[in-house]
């Protein structure tokens, strides 16, 4: 088999459209991950009781079980509950929510390098809880967390292609298609996995920059 | 000069203003400005701080001496909220500082309790603990207005002030890695100062300085010695400012008070064994 240029530029329109959910799902996925993370790791640190027992066999739960189990559980037994959510939907939320239990991680071990004298320095100016954390703890947190929170978003950029299972039509699932209806895979899926690299690549060049700056300005 | 020395006066001893106001009893009924009564603090099987008892009276100046691990920090670290005694008392003026009346009885005290005693104590520690993220202005200012909720504008009027006071106006937008440790102290004794405290602890804070900028820091301290009537308690090293600026010298091992005095009567004729030896040691090493 030969590459075929014209078939690979067919391809490309629906490769973008693809593109387009998979980074819809991607950002919407980091957004649930980031925020359900920062609660989960909140809970944990600042020892809620009985939510905090919830949150430990929550992580471990998530954590335990694969991915895709998670997916194929969302999208076809919670219908029979009554609950119906667009396969996208279910995509961004189960992208999000796998991602947030070790996001969580990301966040406590953060705020565990934050040096203790750092938060008896703020108690002895007697800086109300709540500003403490949010004007001392979290910025000194940040620059640990965030090239780790960086790390987590390019792997889930990669694990969405998942999405394709429970029918959503991202960048794979177009590609896929593409191939089933000209019977030419090739030219699709090299483009398919040519996209995921350079999208991932430049993430990561961004992240170490970023990572590079946060390091200067400390 | 006169007058600004008055303005200092004025600008420091929110203490004493705040006794004689609305706010709490006359100075003359509040004999103490703190008071520990047998205090008791274990770390696992060993006592810190034994059955300790020690009573201050406002505006008096106490250096803290005694051998490593005698309990002087630990006593800091009580008084302000940062270590939990296990039994005994601790006063701030009249009031108790890890009990609170609840429902007729006295409970360990909540945070809620902890944040408005704490309020009236400031600390400054050996290692600084500035905030590295923020400006040296900022770390003055964050205090005032989240804890007091001081004005901005008012904020940083009276943190410029205090930059003055420590000579480090110049420095208001430098983050702390720009500054030397000496000035990082200065700065750390600016912030306490910025929340207007009726007690000052200081906890070694010379100890993890370069030698050549010890002076300048204890300079900043003796000159708030002459210049206020703040209550200070200082864990200290330097025998020598000990002597110089302490109304009174107390001397610590294993958790109790061995020795208490005017500085000149413990550096010259201490009367305990352990003191002598103490003293010996250090100024040999001096």
């Known amino acids: 088999m030969i590459w075929d240029w014209h078939t690979a530029a067919s391809a490309w329109p629906h490769l973008m459209a693809g593109l387009k959910l998979t980074l819809i799902a991607t950002l919407g996925g980091s957004a649930v991950a980031l925020v359900v993370g920062l609660a989960l790791a909140m809970v944990r640190l600042v020892r809620v009781p009985v939510l905090w027992w919830f949150c430990v066999f929550f992580t471990d739960f998530i954590r335990g079980t694969p991915l895709l189990v998670q997916l194929y559980f969302a999208f076809f037994v919670l219908p029979s509950f009554g609950i119906t959510l667009s396969a996208l939907k279910i995509g961004v939320i189960v992208l999000g929510v796998y991602n947030a239990a070790y996001m969580a991680e990301v966040y406590r071990a953060a705020v565990e390098s934050v040096p203790r004298e750092q938060i008896e320095g703020a108690k002895a100016l007697n800086i109300p809880v709540a500003r403490r954390w949010r004007s001392i703890i979290l910025p000194q947190a940040a620059p640990t967390a965030i090239p780790e929170l960086g790390n987590y978003i390019i792997s889930m950029f990669k694990e969405s292609a998942l999405l394709s299972t429970i029918t959503v039509t991202e960048l794979l699932q177009q590609g896929e298609a593409f191939g089933s209806v000209t019977y030419r895979y090739l030219e699709p899926l090299t483009l398919v996995g040519l996209i995921y690299l350079v999208v991932s690549y430049i993430s990561s060049i961004g992240l170490r920059w970023l990572e590079r700056t946060m390091t200067y300005r400390r | ?286």
């Open chain 2, 1 to 286: 000069m006169v007058q600004e020395i008055e303005d200092r006066k004025k600008m420091l001893n929110p203490g004493q203003a705040r006794q004689q106001g609305s706010m709490g009893p006359p100075a003359s009924v509040v004999p103490y400005a703190v008071r520990l009564v047998d205090v008791v603090k274990n770390y696992g099987s060993v006592t810190v701080l034994d059955n300790l008892s020690l009573e201050i009276p406002p505006g008096e100046k106490v250096a803290l001496i005694g051998p490593s691990g005698s309990g002087k920090t630990t006593v800091l670290r009580t008084l302000m909220t940062l270590e939990r005694p296990d039994s005994g008392h601790v006063y701030i003026g009249n009031d108790e500082l890890w009990q609170m009346e609840r429902r007729g009885r006295m409970v360990a005290a909540n945070e809620r309790h902890l944040q408005k005693r704490r309020a009236r104590v400031g600390m400054v520690f050996q290692h600084y603990t500035l905030f590295p993220h923020m400006t040296v202005l900022r770390n003055i200012i964050e205090a005032p207005i989240h804890s007091l909720g001081v004005e901005k504008e008012v904020a940083v009027e009276q943190a410029y002030g205090l930059l003055d006071l420590v000579g480090l106006r110049s420095y208001a937008d430098r983050k702390p890695s720009q500054l030397s440790g000496g000035q990082q102290q200065r700065v750390a004794i600016a912030r306490a100062l910025a929340m207007k405290p009726e007690v000052m602890l200081f906890d070694e804070v010379t100890s993890a300085l370069d030698p050549e900028v010890v002076g300048e820091v204890l300079k900043v301290i003796k000159d708030l010695v002459a210049t206020t009537g703040i209550t200070m308690l200082m864990v200290t090293h330097e025998m020598r400012f000990a002597q110089h600026v302490a109304d009174r010298v107390v001397m610590f091992d294993a958790g109790k008070v061995i020795e208490s005095g005017p500085p000149e009567a413990i550096f010259s004729a201490p009367t305990h064994e352990r003191t002598r030896s103490f003293l010996q040691a250090v100024l040999v090493r001096d």
